[in-house]
């Protein structure tokens, strides 16, 4: 599924591709994070909930492990923002190619969306299916938007010829709050939140070249 742009503005798709490697970060227990270091397991788990705002895939702090830990933390007492029982928070660090990227920080990437949101809006309506929703505090469990990637992604693979899949799916999410300045009037907070991180849902698991156990201090 393409982008749409007003004709006079020329397309950059060639720039979807993002020639670059980036260090991820997963929470999980430990139990998991070592199955995978000791070679137990090939890789992590795919993430299939029906909330997930990136869409399937398994799921990366971008450069961010401290994050990754407090999810990991966060996920003893609420079991059910992860995908196994927590019992001892761990992080588990990845290399990731980006490769073929659906890059949410970028324009291309959000007209794509907003094209694929545009178009499952329609085929529900007509097939009479109730259109999911973002639910819970600050839109947490991502119904819609999860809808929105995959339809996307299935819509690619039905065009002819198919377009290339997507091996990453990348965005930023604001989170947390004002860093300072919370409480005082707007002009006095800060434009960026406590917790503001990018995520990556890597779809293709080559893309991993190998994981890692992080250096802490």
Not at 9 to 25: A, D, E, K, T, W
Not at 33 to 52: C, F, I, Q, R, W
Not at 195 to 204: E, F, G, P, T
Request: net charge positive.
């Amino acid at each position: 599924m393409a982008a749409s742009k007003p004709p006079d503005i020329p397309g950059y798709s060639n720039y979807q591709r993002l020639p670059s490697m980036v260090l991820g970060f997963h929470g999980c227990d430990k139990s998991v994070g070592e199955a995978v270091l000791k070679g137990k397991v090939p890789h992590l788990e795919t993430s299939a909930n029906e909330y997930d705002w990136l869409g399937g895939g398994i799921y990366f702090w971008e450069n961010d492990p401290l994050r990754a830990m407090e999810w990991a933390i966060a996920g003893m007492s609420k079991p059910n923002i992860t995908k196994g029982k927590i019992t001892k928070p761990f992080v588990i660090g990845a290399v990731i190619e980006l490769g073929h990227c659906l890059n949410l920080l970028s324009r291309n990437s959000i007209e794509e969306v907003k094209v694929s949101h545009r178009v499952m809006l329609k085929a529900m309506e007509t097939a009479q299916i109730e259109v999911p929703k973002n639910t819970g505090y600050g839109g947490f469990r991502r119904s819609l938007d999860r809808a929105v990637i995959e339809f996307l992604h299935v819509s690619r693979g039905r065009e002819v010829p198919p377009l290339q899949p997507y091996d990453t799916v990348r965005a930023a999410f604001r989170e947390g709050g004002p860093a300072y300045g919370e409480k005082g009037p707007l002009e006095s907070m800060a434009g960026f939140d406590n917790r503001s991180h990018i995520q990556i849902a890597v779809r293709d698991k080559t893309k991993i070249k190998g994981y890692f156990r992080p250096i802490h201090d």
